[in-house]
């Protein structure tokens, strides 16, 4: 059976960045300082900002979904190379944060090759890092986020990101009730101020109907260093600025966002029947495993039969790795796919160590994993008791 190298000194990095901007961002040079990096097709959301918005829906531009999993003391360098490259001091451009993996288990035959920066890290741009911002990561049925994404948007919250990907869990043990089911769902992703983060939480579970079975499952994670300049209304204003681009301007001046905080409206939705019933998880553990593309179902499945509740499974082509093709110029990209399990804690060596086990047997060798404390989650958990 394969051994795993487990270490506590990674961070996972993640950028939301335009169409194609990845490739500018992803050199040889920048990947050096990666242990692996994976990118994967996305949508955000816009509004338009007139009063007929309401009644027409929102924008979708095309954007990129970068996963980078980076050895700490390279954080500020790969931070810092993605900000300046991707252009993020431009309100709308994108985002980047990280948040540090409570381990990083790697397999023993595996090399690790990751270059580690050599003095001071280099900044040309002006935008700078906020230590308070939330990441909200919400899983819906197919074309439900669209919805969500507006009310978020209309809460005040930034334009949030979806991307598709496919549940594993429940409708593997309905029989055939499975067909009425769905496996596929849409994966978004919102950045937020920490004082808005519970507004924007409590929006998303409402308007989403996740306290209803089946409809989805939602978490939050704190970002420890991050950049968001994701926007929510297209720019339509007769003096070239936005309001986002001047909320932005007032954090900078003000050093902080908390000037932002609005009690009134935390205290309406505290004071709200449903809030009130609900029953929220807490503490969890996500486990995220990472393998080639083909591989995933054999090894969620063992997950399943170990006793994860569910699992959440995201494509995207590892970046950097292109093969070619025979004699010929045609580069092929080494697919990936992204598993992720949100496991009780006293859970998640149980489920990891029959991942490894079947992978063992399988002989997949290019299979890594690591994990994230959740504070906060929500989701359908029965009737009351």
Not at 112 to 137: M, Y
Not at 177 to 200: G, H, T
């Amino acid at each position: 059976m394969y051994t795993l190298k487990k270490k506590d000194n990674f961070s996972l990095v993640k950028a939301i960045v335009r169409k194609n901007k990845g490739r500018d961002i992803a050199d040889e040079e920048f990947l050096s300082y990666c242990h692996d990096a994976t990118v994967m097709k996305a949508r955000g959301a816009l509004l338009r900002p007139k009063w007929y918005q309401a009644f027409l829906p929102s924008l979708n531009p095309e954007q990129e979904i970068m996963e980078l999993l980076v050895p700490n003391e390279n954080i500020d360098h790969v931070l810092n190379s993605i900000r300046d490259k991707g252009e993020l001091h431009r309100s709308g451009a994108g985002a980047v944060f990280s948040f540090p993996c409570e381990e990083a288990m790697f397999l023993s035959q595996s090399e690790e090759v990751t270059k580690k920066v050599e003095g001071p890290s280099s900044s040309s741009a002006s935008a700078s890092f906020s230590d308070d911002l939330v990441h909200i990561i919400c899983i819906v049925q197919i074309e439900k986020a669209n919805a969500i994404a507006k009310e978020v948007m209309l809460a005040g919250g930034a334009g949030p990101t979806i991307s598709y990907g496919f549940g594993r869990g429940l409708r593997d043990r309905l029989g055939i009730v499975r067909v009425c089911i769905s496996p596929e769902k849409e994966l978004m992703s919102v950045v937020v101020n920490r004082f808005e983060a519970e507004r924007i939480f409590e929006v998303m579970i409402q308007v989403g109907r996740l306290d209803v079975p089946g409809e989805g499952f939602i978490y939050t994670i704190p970002i420890s260093k991050g950049l968001n300049s994701l926007t929510s209304f297209t720019s339509d204003s007769l003096y070239g600025v936005s309001i986002p681009q001047i909320i932005k301007a007032i954090d900078e001046i003000k050093g902080n966002t908390d000037w932002r905080s609005q009690a009134d409206l935390g205290e309406g939705i505290s004071n709200s029947n449903n809030v009130a019933d609900r029953t929220y998880l807490e503490n969890l553990v996500r486990l995220t495993c990472v393998a080639i593309r083909g591989e995933g179902d054999i090894l969620i499945r063992a997950a399943l039969d170990a006793g994860a509740p569910g699992a959440s499974v995201a494509f995207g082509r590892q970046m950097g790795e292109e093969k070619t093709m025979g004699n010929t110029s045609i580069k092929l990209s080494n697919e990936r796919e992204i598993i992720q399990l949100t496991l009780a804690p006293d859970k998640v060596e149980e489920i990891l160590n029959a991942i490894l086990k079947k992978a063992s047997e399988e002989q997949f060798e290019d299979v890594y994993f690591y994990t994230h404390v959740i504070p906060k989650a929500f989701t359908y958990l029965g009737p009351p008791k």
